[in-house]
């Protein structure tokens, strides 16, 4: 079936073929590739927010809580400006309000928090345990479902570090009576420096992951798709005006002399006006162009000489007609005959003549 094709269609079929294939195979491999990237970067942007949030739970911890500490000892009234946590979420909702974060969730999921919203869940305190069974481990992300959405993580172990947090959340004698007073004493103290306590965790809807990932591909394959088909476009505009066409004539030709004798009038046509400009050509196309030009004119040479020839056979063959007939009528038994009465009427006269 193929066979019967032209050579462009043929070209562009199969150039067609190979680009689908390609796209196929590097679609998928770029895919991949980009979901990755997106899950990287993503995840790379949550560990930055998280070290930012730890940044500011330690200056309101350095820098604020000093200065409010005697009003957090004596005033019942509980002050939230004095809690580095407070502080931290209240620069990440400030955060939020930027179009770029304002799908990032952030938790500290904690194991026994002081405030109950906080306590870690069931896929958390998974995450907590794997980061306190694996000391090295620096951060941890991937996808989990939650009320009916697809949501991308990115995970850091939490430990206190710094023994100044410790006087609010180790024994409760040594806690604000404030802080008291609004979460009670019954969670969210007993925590020991340096131990894994919790996980900061950031949460973001898995189709943002996908959204930028998916960006990416459109244009990846858009521009492959353009240079792909510019590229056949190309091809097929080169073989058409750089071997299809120059080939015409000399298929036209081969078809003329296989067929039927060339005149002199074809014969220059094709030398001249058709073959011309192809064998002007430096390329081997211009090189078979030549031949043909050269064949053209010794296939008409030889037709005229062969044509001279069946003349001169011509001649030859009337007069050796003509003598053997005069040979027959020679040799027939009539002509011997009368060639016979005709000695005898000689002799006779000759014979007369004498007497
Ligand atoms: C003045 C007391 C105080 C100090 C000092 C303090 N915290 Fe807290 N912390 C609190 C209170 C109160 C909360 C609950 C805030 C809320 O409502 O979410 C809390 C919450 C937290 C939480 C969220 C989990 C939970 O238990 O609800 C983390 C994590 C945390 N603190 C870490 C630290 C770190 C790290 C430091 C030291 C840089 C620190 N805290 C210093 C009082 C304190």
Same mark, same amino acid.
């Given at each position: =079936? ?32 980009? #979901? ?89 305190? /998974? ?8 000391? /090295? ?62 996980t900061q965790i950031i949460y973001i809807p898995a189709s943002q992951v996908y959204a930028s990932a998916h960006q990416a591909f459109s244009l990846f394959i858009g521009i492959f798709i353009a240079v792909f088909t510019l590229v056949i476009l190309l091809i097929n505009y080169l073989l058409k005006w750089n071997v ?15 067929? /039927?004798?060339?005149?002199?009038? #074809? ?15 430096? /390329? ?10 050269? =064949? ?19 001649? #030859? ?15 027939? #038994? ?22």
């Open positions: =079936m193929l066979g019967n094709l032209k050579l462009a269609t043929k070209f562009t079929l199969f150039l067609g073929l190979v680009f689908i294939i390609a796209i196929l195979i590097s679609g998928f491999a770029l895919s991949k590739a980009l #979901e990755q990237k997106a899950k990287d970067e993503i995840s790379y942007r949550g560990q930055i927010l998280i070290q930012m949030i730890n940044s500011v739970r330690n200056y309101t911890d350095v820098r604020v809580a000093p200065l409010l500490e005697s009003d957090l000892k004596t005033d019942n009234h509980f002050i939230p400006e004095a809690i580095p946590t407070f502080a931290a979420r209240q620069v990440f909702e400030n955060l939020r309000q930027n179009k770029e974060y304002i799908n990032f969730f952030y938790k500290d999921a904690t194991l026994n928090p002081t405030n109950l919203a906080d306590k870690a869940d069931d896929f958390e305190t /998974d995450v907590i345990e794997s980061f306190q069974n694996q000391p /090295d481990l620096s951060s941890l992300s991937g996808f989990r479902t939650m009320f009916g959405e697809q949501l991308f993580y990115s995970a850091k172990p939490f430990s206190i570090t710094n023994s100044s947090c410790l006087q609010c959340h180790s024994d409760p004698a040594r806690a604000p009576k404030s802080q008291l007073a609004t979460y009670g004493r019954d969670h969210g103290y007993g925590w020991k420096l340096n131990e894994i306590l919790g299809i066409q120059p080939i015409k004539p000399m298929a036209q030709l081969a078809q003329k002399l296989s067929t /039927d004798t060339i005149n002199s009038v #074809e014969a220059e046509e094709f030398e001249r006006k058709s073959l011309g400009a192809i064998a002007k050509r430096t /390329d081997e196309l211009g090189q078979l162009g030549r031949v043909f030009q050269r =064949m053209v004119r010794e296939v008409y040479a030889r037709e005229q000489r062969l044509k001279q020839q069946v003349q001169a056979l011509r001649i #030859e063959i009337d007069q050796a007609k003509k003598a053997r007939q005069v040979e027959e009528i020679a040799d027939s #038994e009539y002509f011997q005959k009368l060639r016979q009465n005709a000695q005898e009427l000689r002799n006779k006269w000759s014979d007369e003549s004498k007497n």
